[in-house]
C-alpha cells in the first residue's frame, strides 16, 4: 500500500510501505493492505510506518488520516 505523511511545511514520507500505526483520537490501530475505507481523528503520538527495509517514525501533535483503496494518507 502507498503510505503518505505531510505536514503543512512538507512531505515526511511518500512510499509504499506493509503496514503504518496511528495514533487515532479512539486509541491506537494499524492499518495493513486492503484495509477496509475510514477517515479518523489523529491525537498526538506517533505513526509508525513499517516498509521492507525497516520503520520510519513520525511524532505528531495531532491530524486526520484517510484510507482509500490501499492509500493511506496522513495529515499532521
Same mark, same amino acid.
Given at each position: 500500500?502507498?503510505?503518505?505523511?505531510?505536514?503543512?511545511?512538507?512531505? =515526511?514520507?511518500?512510499?509504499?510501505?506493509?503496514? @503504518?500505526?496511528?495514533?487515532?483520537?479512539?486509541?491506537?490501530?494499524?492499518?495493513?493492505?486492503?484495509?477496509?475505507? =475510514? +477517515?479518523?481523528?489523529?491525537?498526538?503520538?506517533?505513526?509508525? @510506518?513499517?516498509?521492507?527495509?525497516?520503520?520510519?517514525?513520525?511524532? +505528531?501533535?495531532?491530524? +486526520? @488520516?484517510? +484510507?482509500?483503496?490501499?492509500?493511506?494518507?496522513? =495529515?499532521?
Amino acid at each position: 500500500m502507498i503510505v503518505e505523511v505531510i505536514t503543512p511545511d512538507k512531505v =515526511l514520507f511518500s512510499g509504499e510501505a506493509v503496514s @503504518v500505526k496511528l495514533p487515532g483520537s479512539g486509541g491506537s490501530f494499524e492499518a495493513l493492505a486492503n484495509h477496509a475505507p =475510514l +477517515i479518523s481523528s489523529l491525537d498526538r503520538g506517533k505513526v509508525v @510506518v513499517r516498509t521492507n527495509s525497516g520503520e520510519e517514525t513520525f511524532d +505528531i501533535s495531532g491530524g +486526520i @488520516v484517510e +484510507i482509500l483503496n490501499n492509500k493511506v494518507v496522513v =495529515l499532521a
